[in-house]
């Protein structure tokens, strides 16, 4: 199964002096999705962001592509069935960083009873096209591995399927195709303002280039939780934001069980929270939901929040979870779309794209809202609301079938593909392997090239960390720091020390001066 392979060049791409078809504000999920689908209808996109890809929402979910059970209790049918269509789809194109993850819902006594329960889970099996993914099935706790972490009064469970998504790395991976595809990506570059003359958009950036200008026909603000600051302080539109920023926390502990499914855990208060396998020695536990009022650059978990997810772990594992057995939290904020609902919980979790487009003048579409989950439809839906304005954007959707960088083999191969691997480079340690393939799928091959032992990979800067893929990601991935490493791009931050880390950040530093 070998990778044929062009790495492309991850930096600033090239700056036209004609002007672009299409810009973007915002490198996380939507911005990156929106890019690759309209450079691969053959438009000229550019793309900023003010800091590093995936650097807040989009590196921040629970990492999760699911259809969202909790919100058929709402009556959100049309974002469910969207959602559960998209899981097999992403898997697809991308089955290096998505792969199917069963889910354990026990029955608690006095809250959603159990037929409630099941109806759902009939709705969740039938309504989104599924095929691969495995269909529902009732467990004894008692008899079941599942039941062995859990406390003895929960004695029936249903088990269901959804998938896991390395949350970052499908942002790079999008931004990776759109730059493929001819996109200039500009990372740490901010938009300072943007205005509308002659009919075009005239952006002035600031970013390592210095200051700069560039023209575009149209213009996406896709910058999540800052698309309120992006239309009224860069554009200066002064129109209501429609943001309810929401902020989600999660905790990472040790390893709670032994087996490799997930739990998604009924809280009295009506909130679910889950538990899930997370980098082969730790737990991750989340998420929790309430109104954010603030920077989002500044969110992180707060002791109230640690407390909450490990008091509603606690409800239902043996072992107790305690803010003492945390190791690492890390925090989000949703930018949802403000509908009036009463609770940070019930608010839409479905995204709106509102278009802004006087005669005469150039086009702008703003993102609010959305899910990790749905970021492809969503970009399908954005670029055909600037069809009757746009020409390229009336080409044909494409996305469905293209996979992404690393992604081009079976949704079945994983396997095989770690086997040819550690074949292939039979001193690399099989757990190297996994955590290779399981973030670059076939490219991996283009990090180990003719290594012929682990010398060969260059300078070791811990856990299984080298040379070899540090400038591979600064090559190919917009890696500038130590940050982008150990906690976007991947997760090994939990597994360097402060010393290491700090190495690592001057290297890359180093290195990117020369």
């Known amino acids: ?38 450079a691969g209808r053959g438009a000229s996109v550019v793309l900023f962001e003010k800091d590093d890809l995936a650097s807040a929402t989009s590196s ?8 969202g059970l909790r919100y058929l209790e709402h009556y959100k049918f049309r974002l469910v069935r969207e959602a559960l269509m998209e899981r097999e789809r992403l898997w697809a194109i991308a089955p290096h960083i998505i792969r199917p993850l069963r889910f354990v819902l026990p029955h608690h006594k006095g809250l959603r009873p159990a037929w409630l329960l099941r109806l759902g889970l009939f709705l969740y099996d039938h309504i989104g096209g599924r095929k691969l993914l495995p269909a529902t099935r009732t467990l004894d706790l008692a008899h079941d591995p599942a039941g062995r972490p859990l406390k003895d009064d929960k004695a029936r469970a249903f088990e269901y399927s959804d998938c896991w998504v390395e949350d970052a790395r499908l942002v790079v991976l999008n931004a990776m195709d759109a730059a493929v595809r001819g996109a200039a990506i500009h990372t740490r570059t901010r938009v300072a303002a943007a205005i ?30 800052w698309v309120g600051e992006v239309l009224n302080g860069v554009i200066h539109t002064n129109a209501k934001a429609g943001v309810r920023m929401v902020q989600g926390s999660h905790i990472v502990v040790p390893k709670l069980y032994e087996h490799d499914r997930s739990y998604i855990f009924q809280n009295a208060d009506g909130r679910i929270v889950f538990a899930i396998p997370y980098e082969q020695d730790f737990t991750l536990i989340g998420t929790t939901d309430r ?10 978990a707060t002791p109230d929040e640690i407390a909450y997810l490990c008091a509603a772990a606690s409800e239902y594992f043996r072992q107790p979870v305690t803010p003492e057995s945390v190791i690492w939290t890390y925090s989000g904020v949703r930018p949802l779309y403000d509908d009036g609902a009463s609770k940070a919980q019930e608010a839409t979790r479905d995204y709106v794209l509102t278009l802004d487009a006087p005669e005469g003048e150039a086009p702008l579409l703003s993102v609010f809202g959305g899910k990790i989950t749905t970021y492809r439809r969503l970009a399908e839906a954005a670029i ?25 083999f079976p949704v079945g191969g994983f396997d095989t593909l770690v086997g040819e691997i550690a074949a292939a480079y039979p001193w690399l340690e099989r757990r190297t392997a996994t955590r290779l393939v399981r973030a670059y799928g076939t490219r991996a091959r283009d990090i180990l090239g003719d290594a012929k032992s682990v010398v060969d990979l260059g300078r070791h800067f811990g856990a299984d960390l080298y040379e070899r893929e540090v400038r591979y990601l600064m090559k190919a991935e917009w890696a500038r720091r130590a940050q982008d490493v150990l906690w976007r791009r991947g997760k090994l931050g939990l597994r360097l020390s402060k010393a290491e880390s700090e190495a690592l950040d001057d290297f890359m530093q180093d290195a990117a001066s020369v």
């Not at 921040?60 to 259809?67: M, P």
């Not at 109104?291 to 992180?300: F, N, S």
């Open 1 to 38: 199964m070998a990778s044929e392979t062009t790495l492309p060049t991850a930096g600033f791409g090239t700056t036209s002096s004609a002007p672009y078809d299409l810009a973007v504000i915002g490198g996380g999920i939507n911005g990156c999705g929106i890019a690759r689908d309209a």
């Open 60 to 67: 921040r979910s629970t990492k999760l592509i699911h259809g």
């Open 196 to 225: 509308r003359e002659d009919g075009l958009w005239r952006l002035t950036a600031e970013g390592p280039q210095g200051r700069f200008d560039i023209w575009a026909k149209a213009l996406i603000n896709a910058a999540g939780p």
């Open 291 to 300: 109104d954010y009022h603030g920077d989002p650059a500044e969110v992180v």
């Open 384 to 408: 055909a609301k600037l069809a009757p304005l746009a020409p390229w954007a009336a080409r044909a959707e494409w996305t469905v079938a293209g996979a992404l960088p690393g992604g081009d």
